[in-house]
């Protein structure tokens, strides 16, 4: 069709434009009425804007005209839809696809429920829309929305929000009918794809707020369906592992605030409701899932605005340490460092171990030795976790994994088995120090208080490749370690002594675990203490390794060398088996720090600022490791002057002690000193204030004048000399004593070894330097003042300063000290600890007592010998040989039963080398010399002038004892005693492996190659079997004779407690022995006897023998009733050995409940004749026992356990 011409007479009119209502949506009607909303609502095409409008009138006149048409909105029946009009429109615009108003209907339905659940007074119509919401009409266009395709977000988010106010309406009101359509509303395929429908988040965080994904809002309705559906819905929802598959795989597409909602509401909803089960939180929390959340530890934060607990890895962080160390969460199970199962195994085992006589120790648990390579847990998923964690890349990861290790011990051996291809070679780099701070924090973890579950002991310790990885994982092997020591890069180096140091510590801690088990776990605690001993020194460095760091350290480096040195101190105190390995000779060292210890306290300005200060105390720190390393160091040369005009290690310590102040010198310098004076004899210590206070306190200045170097440099000397000649100088004494017989009615009192060197030395003194002479006599005059204020020997000490006077004439006068410098010295030795100046008279009246009364504390365990002589006796001889002849060892082998762990420490360390000074010496047939413990043969060039007859069973038993001792001393640190069983024994054995000829010889030597260890608790056992229940050795023909007969290196103990000799004792068994036979069976009775009476000093001893029953054999052998079966001699032994059990704690109760000692006790009296009245076996003195016991015992305790016992003690006082 043409187009019509325009007539050219006719004016043109413009062409009509298409009018376009741009601003309908803001040609808005205001609603006035309900009558006027239910108009607007009814259906009507192109009705969309005024229902966009938005209303600002006042809100109370909005909820009343609300309230008024909901009020006309009301179904006349259950089956009507509420809101006719409305769910009217929203069919049609489902029928048209009009995406817009459905979109439109479902924000408004949202809306206008979320404005309904803040009006309590619209609470009832806010119920009733909801329940036509879940009509199965409304049902299918949620349904519909839910599922729209993914690009149409604005149609389904408006659904979901829908159902998130259906469902926290009125507090969860509806929240079960929601479930109940779960095919329309919780459909998991649905769900699951709407929770993966994320959008890249803007770069403003308001953005996202105001326009949220379409995941967002479902993990909002997910949320909200956790919260509030019971709990039974919600272990149900649980299961649906695609839905929060989806949930946790996208959590990097989150905005923060989504993101602190979906972790701490699922913390609260679920991981906190005790009405779900493990199980149930199990199916959500697995190691995907986990690993998902991990992923949040890197990711980039995007708001910079927010505090940094709302950081998306802070989130994480603390959900992830919730769930990993809550048993509650579902996923932790109680675990400890045995792998599951070994505790029925452990019960099978032990039952199995009491059918069989041949005790393997470990090796005879059959999987004991399976978890080298692999170790099975129990948190499996806490397991495959903890592998994808790194450590080395994120602090918050570290710390995670460090706080997983410590609620689930059993996953650290796991995890470094599993990791052992991850290198730790020494490389300065950004993950080499990540991880180094990761193992040191895993190698610090405590160590659980009982090692397993329980609440006691097991019978078998864990496995010690389990505690190995806790204590030094598998990565810090000895080849790597050694090399990070010896990096010139300070940082590695420093960083691997932080980390060995704390497996020292750890380790010391995993023996003290092991030896309180061995309490009720036997040898197998200790043997699994031995092995692991044994392999933390096989992946630890070696000593000379950590000598040359410490050597190779710059001195100006203060935190280096601190560090080192700590570490050899840890080494010498844990492991002083691979110490010894090495020489380390560290008095030029110690000599140094001591010097500069002294400078720096004379130097009041040396700290005048915080750098200072810091330095000053590492050196403090270091100058305590460098003692305690002295301490433990045998080759500690505590008298050599390493330049001349310097003082030797132990002068600087007394100068130190001397000089400073009681607050201003470290503990550790007092005790040292006092050890290195004691143990060497130097100065008396039998009176109260000891020799040595009395040198320290006439050191002290007088009235602000500091004593002359000269007496320190004097003193040096002197100590020096004594220390090398202590025997020399001890026969110096008995001539002076000689000398001054008649001239003083005095008894001899205690005197200190050093007088006889400074008497000595004085005229050297004289000729070489007055000046400094007439400074040391003053001093001798304030220390002869102070000895005879502490009470020593006052005829010696007038002796020794009249010497001194009448070798020098010119300094005789000053000798004698002014009555206000006796003062002086009376008021610091009364402040001194433990001091008593009230002089002779007190050590006079001592020694007055009752007879019977010193007999009784003479029965008691004797007190250790103070200056434990026995440590060093055997090194004044000049051979080993000798040594050994003269009887040296048993005293040194006593030692290890000491109360002081440095002498404990010592005696082990001696017992060492004087076994491999005796190894060359060892008989061979060829041009070797073999090797009794381990079988070995090694050439050797000692000719046979050398040779010692003896050598074999002497290193034989020192090796047992030795290795017995090690194993004690691993599993305890050196905290606690050997036990006087091993001690008692083994120092009657060492005279007795010198005596061929005694009659239990061939049996001591088969004890001792019968195993290369004791065990403590079988020795008395074993030998009771051998004694009483075998007969004598076949060569009876040996008589009995006494100890002074048979000469020093008799085999036989000695008792000489009660004022008995031991050689009396033998007589009355010979008098008694009819035939040799009987001679040599009582003989080793009475080595029996002697051995248990000297083992019993603690409580622990006694435990031993009861534990073990061997009280009961004892008891019986003085109660037989044939009078003549055993001689009185050895009948008094048992009584000494039930009153020394009586006088220590414990003993007492443990005798009348468990043995029936008032009955023993009344047998004897039966026996008792008139020849023993007066003796330990006569009625005195069986009724003082019985008093005894009686005093010593709880009263109580016994009383409950039977009321007959106080009628028996009155028997046996009638």
């Given at each position: 069709?043409?187009k019509?011409?325009?007539?050219?007479?006719?004016?043109?009119?413009?062409?009509?434009?298409?009018?376009?209502?741009?601003?309908?949506?803001?040609?808005?009607?205001?609603?006035?009425?309900?009558?006027?909303?239910?108009?607007l609502l009814?259906?009507?095409?192109?009705?969309?804007?005024?229902?966009?409008?938005?209303?600002?009138?006042?809100?109370?006149?909005?909820?009343?005209?609300?309230?008024?048409?909901?009020?006309?909105?009301?179904?006349?029946?259950?089956?009507?839809?509420?809101?006719?009009?409305?769910?009217?429109?929203?069919?049609?615009?489902?029928?048209?696809?009009?995406?817009?108003?459905?979109?439109?209907?479902?924000?408004?339905?949202?809306?206008?429920?979320?404005?309904?659940?803040?009006?309590?007074?619209?609470?009832?119509?806010?119920?009733?829309?909801?329940?036509?919401?879940?009509?199965?009409?409304?049902?299918?266009?949620?349904?519909?929305?839910?599922?729209?395709?993914?690009?149409?977000?604005?149609?389904i988010?408006?659904?979901?929000?829908?159902?998130?106010?259906?469902?926290?309406?009125?507090?969860?009101?509806?929240?079960?009918?929601?479930?109940?359509?779960?095919?329309?509303t919780?459909?998991?395929?649905?769900?699951?794809?709407?929770?993966?429908?994320?959008?890249?988040?803007?770069e403003?965080?308001?953005?996202?707020?105001?326009?949220?994904?379409?995941?967002?809002?479902?993990?909002?309705?997910?949320?909200?369906?956790?919260?509030?559906?019971?709990?039974?819905?919600?272990?149900?929802?649980?299961?649906?592992?695609?839905?929060?598959?989806?949930?946790?795989?996208?959590?990097?597409?989150?905005?923060?605030?989504?993101?602190?909602?979906?972790?701490?509401?699922?913390?609260?909803?679920?991981?906190?409701?005790a009405?779900?089960?493990?199980?149930?939180?199990?199916?959500?929390?697995?190691?995907?899932?986990?690993?998902?959340?991990?992923?949040?530890?890197?990711?980039?934060?995007?708001?910079?605005?927010?505090?940094?607990?709302?950081?998306?890895?802070?989130?994480?962080?603390?959900f992830?340490?919730?769930?990993?160390?809550?048993?509650?969460?579902?996923?932790?199970?109680?675990?400890?460092?045995?792998?599951?199962g070994?505790?029925r195994?452990?019960?099978?085992?032990?039952?199995?171990?009491?059918?069989?006589?041949?005790?393997?120790?470990l090796?005879?648990?059959?999987?004991?030795?399976?978890?080298?390579?692999?170790?099975?847990?129990?948190?499996?998923?806490?397991?495959?976790?903890?592998?994808?964690l790194?450590?080395?890349?994120?602090?918050?990861?570290?710390?995670?994994?460090?706080?997983?290790?410590?609620?689930?011990?059993?996953l650290?051996?796991?995890?470094?088995?599993?990791?052992?291809?991850?290198?730790?070679?020494?490389?300065?780099?950004?993950?080499?120090?990540?991880?180094?701070?990761?193992?040191?924090?895993?190698?610090?973890?405590?160590?659980?208080?009982?090692?397993?579950?329980?609440?006691?002991?097991?019978?078998?310790?864990?496995?010690?490749s389990?505690?190995?990885?806790?204590?030094?994982?598998?990565?810090?092997?000895?080849?790597?370690?050694?090399?990070?020591?010896?990096?010139?890069?300070?940082?590695?180096?420093?960083?691997?002594?932080?980390?060995?140091?704390?497996?020292?510590?750890?380790?010391?801690?995993?023996?003290?675990?092991?030896?309180?088990?061995?309490?009720?776990?036997g040898v197998?605690?200790?043997?699994?203490?031995?092995?692991?001993?044994?392999?933390?020194s096989q992946?630890?460095?070696?000593?000379?390794?950590?000598?040359?760091?410490?050597k190779?350290?710059?001195?100006?480096?203060?935190?280096?060398?601190?560090?080192?040195?700590?570490?050899?101190?840890?080494?010498?105190?844990?492991?002083?088996?691979?110490?010894?390995?090495?020489?380390?000779?560290?008095?030029?060292?110690?000599?140094?720090?001591?010097?500069?210890?002294?400078?720096?306290?004379?130097?009041?300005?040396?700290?005048?600022?915080?750098?200072?200060?810091?330095?000053?105390?590492?050196?403090?720190?270091?100058?305590?490791?460098?003692?305690?390393?002295?301490?433990?160091t045998?080759?500690?040369?505590?008298?050599?002057?390493?330049?001349?005009?310097?003082?030797s290690?132990?002068?600087?310590?007394?100068k130190?002690?001397?000089?400073?102040?009681?607050?201003?010198?470290?503990?550790?310098?007092?005790?040292?000193?006092?050890?290195?004076?004691?143990?060497?004899?130097?100065?008396?210590?039998?009176t109260?204030?000891?020799?040595?206070?009395?040198?320290?306190?006439?050191?002290?200045?007088?009235?602000?004048?500091?004593?002359?170097?000269?007496?320190?440099?004097?003193?040096?000397?002197?100590?020096?000399?004594?220390?090398?000649?202590?025997?020399?100088?001890?026969?110096?004494?008995?001539?002076?004593?000689?000398?001054?017989?008649?001239?003083?009615?005095n008894?001899?009192?205690?005197?200190?070894?050093?007088?006889?060197?400074?008497?000595?030395?004085?005229?050297?003194?004289?000729d070489?330097?007055?000046?400094?002479?007439?400074?040391?006599?003053?001093?001798?005059?304030r220390?002869?003042?102070?000895c005879?204020?502490?009470?020593?020997?006052?005829?010696?000490?007038?002796?020794?300063?009249?010497?001194?006077?009448?070798?020098?004439?010119?300094?005789?006068?000053?000798?004698?000290?002014?009555?206000?410098?006796?003062?002086?010295?009376?008021?610091?030795?009364?402040?001194?600890?433990?001091?008593?100046?009230?002089?002779?008279?007190?050590?006079?009246?001592?020694?007055?007592?009752?007879?019977?009364?010193?007999?009784?504390?003479?029965?008691?365990?004797?007190?250790e010998?103070?200056?434990?002589?026995?440590?060093?006796?055997?090194?004044?001889?000049?051979?080993?040989?000798?040594?050994?002849?003269?009887?040296?060892?048993?005293?040194?082998?006593?030692?290890?039963?000491?109360?002081?762990?440095?002498?404990r420490?010592?005696?082990?360390?001696?017992?060492?080398?004087?076994?491999?000074?005796?190894?060359?010496?060892?008989?061979?047939?060829?041009?070797?010399?073999?090797?009794?413990?381990?079988?070995?043969?090694?050439?050797?060039?000692?000719?046979?002038?050398?040779?010692?007859?003896?050598?074999?069973?002497v290193?034989?038993l020192?090796?047992?004892?030795?290795?017995?001792?090690?194993?004690?001393?691993?599993?305890?640190?050196?905290?606690?005693?050997?036990?006087?069983?091993?001690?008692?024994?083994?120092?009657?054995?060492?005279?007795?492996?010198?005596?061929?000829?005694?009659?239990?010889?061939?049996?001591?030597?088969?004890?001792?190659?019968?195993?290369?260890?004791?065990?403590?608790?079988?020795?008395?056992?074993?030998?009771?079997?051998?004694?009483?229940?075998?007969?004598?050795?076949?060569?009876?023909?040996?008589?009995?004779?006494?100890?002074?007969?048979?000469?020093?290196?008799?085999?036989?103990?000695?008792?000489?407690?009660?004022?008995?000799?031991?050689?009396?004792?033998?007589?009355?068994?010979?008098?008694?022995?009819?035939?040799?036979?009987?001679?040599?069976?009582?003989?080793?009775?009475?080595?029996?006897?002697?051995?248990?009476?000297?083992?019993?000093?603690?409580?622990?001893?006694?435990?031993?023998?009861?534990?073990?029953?061997?009280?009961?054999?004892?008891?019986?052998?003085?109660?037989?009733?044939?009078?003549?079966?055993?001689?009185?001699?050895?009948?008094?032994?048992?009584?000494?050995?039930?009153?020394?059990?009586?006088?220590?704690?414990?003993?007492?109760?443990?005798?009348?409940?468990?043995?029936?000692i008032?009955?023993?006790?009344?047998?004897?009296?039966?026996?008792?004749?008139?020849?023993?009245?007066?003796?330990?076996?006569?009625?005195?003195?069986?009724?003082?026992?019985?008093?005894?016991?009686?005093?010593?015992?709880?009263?109580?305790?016994v009383?409950?356990?039977?009321?007959?016992?106080?009628?028996?003690?009155?028997?046996?006082?009638?």
């Amino acid at each position: 069709m043409s187009k019509r011409a325009l007539d050219e007479a006719q004016e043109s009119s413009g062409k009509r434009q298409k009018l376009e209502k741009r601003d309908a949506a803001k040609e808005v009607e205001q609603i006035r009425s309900a009558q006027q909303l239910q108009q607007l609502l009814t259906f009507q095409q192109g009705a969309v804007p005024q229902l966009r409008a938005e209303d600002k009138s006042s809100t109370s006149q909005q909820q009343a005209i609300l309230h008024d048409f909901l009020d006309t909105q009301r179904p006349s029946s259950p089956e009507e839809p509420c809101l006719r009009d409305l769910m009217q429109t929203w069919s049609f615009a489902a029928q048209t696809n009009n995406d817009a108003l459905l979109s439109t209907v479902s924000s408004t339905l949202s809306l206008l429920l979320k404005t309904l659940s803040t009006l309590i007074g619209l609470r009832d119509h806010g119920l009733t829309l909801g329940r036509s919401l879940l009509q199965q009409s409304q049902l299918k266009l949620i349904a519909r929305g839910l599922s729209a395709p993914k690009a149409k977000e604005h149609v389904i988010s408006p659904c979901i929000r829908l159902l998130t106010e259906l469902v926290s309406f009125d507090g969860g009101a509806l929240a079960k009918q929601v479930y109940s359509a779960k095919s329309f509303t919780l459909d998991p395929k649905i769900l699951s794809r709407n929770l993966s429908l994320w959008k890249t988040l803007p770069e403003d965080p308001e953005e996202a707020r105001r326009r949220p994904a379409v995941r967002s809002v479902a993990i909002r309705y997910l949320l909200a369906n956790l919260k509030f559906q019971s709990s039974s819905i919600k272990a149900e929802l649980l299961k649906y592992s695609n839905v929060f598959r989806s949930t946790f795989e996208h959590l990097k597409q989150d905005p923060t605030d989504v993101l602190q909602e979906l972790l701490r509401g699922f913390k609260l909803n679920v991981l906190q409701d005790a009405a779900i089960s493990r199980q149930s939180k199990s199916f959500v929390l697995h190691d995907g899932n986990l690993v998902n959340i991990a992923t949040l530890y890197r990711m980039e934060r995007t708001d910079k605005s927010g505090t940094n607990d709302n950081a998306p890895d802070q989130i994480a962080h603390e959900f992830l340490r919730f769930v990993c160390t809550n048993p509650g969460a579902g996923i932790l199970r109680t675990s400890s460092w045995y792998p599951p199962g070994t505790e029925r195994s452990t019960e099978e085992q032990h039952q199995a171990n009491e059918e069989v006589e041949i005790d393997l120790g470990l090796d005879s648990v059959e999987w004991f030795h399976k978890f080298h390579a692999r170790v099975p847990v129990r948190n499996g998923t806490l397991s495959k976790f903890a592998l994808g964690l790194r450590p080395f890349a994120s602090m918050l990861e570290s710390e995670l994994l460090i706080d997983i290790f410590r609620a689930a011990p059993e996953l650290v051996a796991n995890y470094f088995i599993e990791k052992a291809n991850f290198a730790f070679d020494p490389k300065l780099t950004a993950t080499w120090i990540g991880y180094s701070a990761f193992l040191y924090a895993a190698v610090q973890l405590p160590v659980p208080s009982r090692l397993g579950p329980g609440e006691g002991y097991g019978r078998i310790p864990p496995p010690t490749s389990v505690i190995l990885e806790n204590v030094l994982p598998r990565a810090l092997n000895q080849q790597v370690l050694t090399r990070c020591l010896n990096q010139k890069v300070e940082l590695i180096t420093f960083f691997a002594t932080r980390l060995l140091v704390a497996a020292y510590q750890k380790l010391r801690s995993c023996l003290t675990r092991l030896n309180e088990g061995s309490k009720d776990g036997g040898v197998l605690w200790e043997d699994a203490a031995s092995r692991l001993v044994t392999g933390f020194s096989q992946r630890c460095p070696k000593m000379k390794d950590l000598v040359a760091t410490w050597k190779s350290t710059l001195s100006t480096n203060l935190i280096q060398k601190e560090a080192i040195l700590h570490l050899i101190q840890l080494c010498y105190q844990v492991t002083p088996q691979l110490a010894l390995e090495e020489k380390f000779d560290i008095s030029s060292a110690l000599n140094d720090a001591l010097n500069e210890f002294t400078s720096d306290s004379e130097d009041e300005h040396s700290a005048n600022n915080d750098k200072d200060t810091n330095n000053k105390k590492l050196k403090f720190l270091e100058l305590n490791h460098l003692l305690q390393i002295a301490r433990r160091t045998p080759d500690m040369r505590w008298f050599a002057r390493p330049n001349a005009g310097t003082l030797s290690p132990c002068g600087s310590l007394l100068k130190i002690v001397a000089t400073a102040g009681p607050e201003e010198v470290p503990l550790a310098m007092r005790e040292l000193l006092i050890s290195i004076t004691h143990d060497r004899g130097l100065v008396q210590q039998q009176t109260p204030t000891t020799g040595l206070d009395a040198l320290l306190i006439s050191l002290k200045p007088l009235e602000d004048l500091e004593v002359p170097q000269s007496v320190y440099d004097f003193m040096d000397d002197i100590f020096d000399r004594t220390s090398k000649r202590p025997i020399k100088y001890e026969d110096d004494i008995m001539l002076f004593l000689e000398e001054i017989k008649g001239k003083a009615s005095n008894q001899a009192r205690p005197n200190s070894l050093i007088w006889a060197a400074i008497v000595e030395q004085w005229p050297f003194v004289v000729d070489r330097d007055v000046k400094a002479a007439a400074a040391i006599v003053t001093w001798i005059g304030r220390y002869s003042a102070a000895c005879r204020l502490i009470g020593e020997d006052l005829g010696l000490l007038d002796h020794f300063t009249a010497l001194i006077g009448a070798q020098s004439p010119g300094t005789a006068k000053a000798l004698i000290v002014d009555q206000s410098v006796i003062d002086v010295l009376k008021s610091r030795i009364s402040n001194a600890p433990t001091s008593n100046i009230s002089g002779p008279e007190v050590l006079k009246s001592s020694t007055t007592a009752s007879t019977f009364s010193t007999n009784i504390s003479a029965l008691a365990a004797p007190a250790e010998d103070p200056s434990h002589k026995g440590l060093h006796l055997w090194s004044t001889h000049s051979d080993i040989p000798t040594a050994v002849t003269l009887n040296t060892l048993p005293p040194l082998i006593m030692c290890l039963s000491s109360s002081y762990p440095e002498v404990r420490s010592q005696a082990l360390t001696n017992i060492r080398t004087i076994m491999a000074r005796t190894q060359p010496l060892l008989p061979s047939t060829s041009d070797s010399t073999s090797d009794p413990l381990k079988g070995t043969t090694t050439p050797t060039t000692v000719s046979k002038s050398h040779s010692f007859p003896d050598a074999a069973p002497v290193y034989l038993l020192l090796g047992v004892l030795s290795t017995t001792a090690l194993t004690f001393a691993a599993k305890k640190d050196i905290s606690s005693p050997v036990p006087g069983i091993v001690t008692s024994y083994a120092a009657a054995a060492a005279r007795i492996i010198l005596d061929p000829l005694h009659p239990v010889y061939d049996k001591v030597n088969a004890f001792h190659t019968r195993a290369p260890k004791w065990d403590v608790s079988r020795i008395a056992p074993y030998w009771l079997e051998k004694v009483l229940h075998e007969p004598p050795s076949e060569d009876v023909s040996v008589s009995l004779t006494p100890a002074s007969s048979r000469g020093a290196s008799s085999g036989q103990p000695t008792i000489n407690e009660a004022g008995k000799e031991d050689d009396q004792i033998i007589t009355a068994v010979q008098d008694a022995a009819a035939t040799p036979y009987a001679a040599a069976a009582h003989n080793e009775i009475h080595f029996l006897l002697c051995v248990i009476l000297s083992s019993l000093s603690t409580p622990a001893d006694v435990e031993i023998l009861r534990a073990r029953g061997s009280f009961e054999p004892i008891l019986a052998l003085a109660t037989a009733t044939n009078w003549q079966v055993l001689p009185l001699g050895l009948r008094e032994l048992v009584v000494r050995i039930v009153w020394r059990t009586a006088l220590i704690e414990g003993g007492a109760t443990t005798l009348v409940t468990r043995f029936g000692i008032l009955a023993f006790i009344e047998t004897l009296l039966a026996f008792a004749g008139g020849k023993q009245s007066n003796g330990l076996l006569g009625s005195a003195g069986l009724k003082a026992l019985a008093k005894c016991v009686w005093d010593h015992c709880d009263q109580v305790r016994v009383l409950e356990w039977s009321g007959s016992v106080k009628m028996a003690i009155e028997r046996i006082a009638a």
